[in-house]
C-alpha cells in the first residue's frame, strides 16, 4: 500500500498550489480520502475530506471557499487546489486513506511541505 504526495512547496501569501496524492495497493475507489496537516508544535488536522468521485466534499472552516478537494478515481488519485494561501496554512500535509466496516483500513502518506511566506 502507498500514498505518495506532491506539490506542495514554498508560495507567498495570496499564491496557489495544488497538491496530489495518488495511491496504490488498495480499492482506490472505495476509500473515504482526505487530506490533514499539521503545523509545528501543533496537532494534525482533517483538511478536507471526499467520499465520491461526484462529491464536493467537507472543509474545515479555516480553508472553506480557498481550497478545494476532489478526486480522479480512474487515476486512483486525490487533489487539494489551495488558493488564497496564508502563512497559517504553513503546515506538512498529509493524504489519508480510509475504509469504514467490511474490509476496514486506514492509511497515511508521507507527507508534502507548504510553506507560505513572502
Known amino acids: 500500500v502507498q500514498l505518495v504526495e506532491s506539490g506542495g512547496g514554498l508560495v507567498q501569501p495570496g499564491g496557489s498550489l495544488r497538491l496530489s496524492c495518488v495511491a496504490s495497493?488498495?480499492?482506490?475507489?472505495?476509500?473515504?480520502m482526505s487530506w490533514f496537516r499539521q503545523a509545528p508544535g501543533k496537532g494534525r488536522e482533517l483538511v478536507a475530506q471526499i467520499i465520491s468521485a461526484g462529491d464536493s466534499g467537507v472543509y474545515a472552516d479555516s480553508v472553506k471557499c480557498r481550497f478545494t478537494i476532489s478526486r480522479d478515481n480512474a487515476k486512483n488519485t486525490v487533489y487539494l487546489q489551495m488558493n488564497s494561501l496564508r502563512p497559517e496554512d504553513t503546515a506538512v500535509y498529509f493524504c489519508?486513506?480510509?475504509?469504514?466496516?467490511?474490509?476496514?483500513?486506514?492509511?497515511w502518506g508521507q507527507g508534502t511541505q507548504v510553506t507560505v511566506s513572502s
Open positions: 495497493g488498495f480499492t482506490f475507489s472505495s476509500a473515504y
Open positions: 489519508n486513506a480510509v475504509r469504514i466496516g467490511p474490509g476496514r483500513f486506514d492509511y
